[in-house]
């Protein structure tokens, strides 16, 4: 069976500290795609990051890092230097066929 | 503009009334898709379509219907829709591709807000 879990409900930090959203993902499949999604209070989701499961290098984008640990089947997400406007719910989900999707990571930042 | 639109953004609706939800692309995608949105529970997939004139069931399919009859749209029907179905619904497309549509990042709508009464 596949599955993504986000063990994080909700995330509270002050603004400029880092943090970390961890997501673990369960599948048989040795070829899958993870992707990591971000949805403000606005509603709409935006794509952040696709990783293919042959591809374990760590990706660096601004302040956003992704950490791919295919020996713990871990896709973790991390912001560094958070800022208000990263408050938002991320969700980690794993592809093979069909997307499924982790519960989500209410991520607070405050000023 | 690339984009994925629905229509409509918001609708309160009561136990039974038919429904339409409808989401159309400009991206000349492959593949689209519905999806349910409810607390705790992340998204969950109602239907998907590789292609025109295809369409195939996801996790939550009871109570829903779709279509494909042009590329570019892809409705959500309710035939009677009940109080279970309140939710959060994005509809999403993404090109085709061989081994697995859902491999590429999905552009999503801006979601309609369902509520029923």
């Known amino acids: 069976a596949q599955k993504v879990t986000q063990a994080q409900t909700e995330i509270s930090v002050v603004e400029k500290e880092d943090v970390t959203l961890d997501c673990v993902y369960e599948?048989?499949?040795?070829?899958?795609?993870l992707f990591w999604y971000k949805q403000p209070p606005s509603g709409e989701l935006v794509f952040l990051i696709r990783?293919?499961?042959?591809d374990e290098q760590n990706e660096i984008s601004g302040r956003y890092s992704w950490n791919f640990q295919k020996s713990t089947s871990s896709f973790n997400f991390t912001i560094t230097a958070s800022q208000v406007v990263d408050s938002a719910v991320y969700f980690c989900a794993l592809s093979n066929y069909q997307l499924i999707w982790g519960a989500g990571t209410k991520l607070i930042i405050k000023p | 503009e690339a984009q994925v639109t629905q229509n409509p953004r918001y609708l309160i609706t009561v136990t039974g009334k038919k429904l339409t939800v409808t989401c159309s692309q400009n991206?000349?995608?492959?593949?689209m898709s519905w999806y349910r949105q409810d607390p705790g529970l992340g998204l969950r997939q109602i239907y998907y379509?590789?292609?025109?004139?295809?369409?195939d069931k996801g996790d939550v399919p009871e109570g829903y219907k779709v279509s494909r009859k042009e590329k570019r749209n892809f409705p959500l029907i309710l035939e009677s829709p009940s109080p279970n179905q309140t939710s959060l619904y994005f509809c999403?497309?993404?090109?085709?591709?061989?081994?697995?549509?859902?491999?590429?990042?999905?552009?999503f709508g801006p979601g309609t807000r369902l509520t029923v009464l």
């Open positions: 991206m000349n995608h492959e593949y």
């Open positions: 999403a497309s993404s090109l085709g591709e061989a081994g697995g549509s859902s491999y590429n990042e999905q552009f």
């Open positions: 599948t048989r499949d040795t070829t899958y795609y």
């Open positions: 990783r293919n499961s042959f």
């Open positions: 379509s590789m292609n025109v004139e295809v369409t």
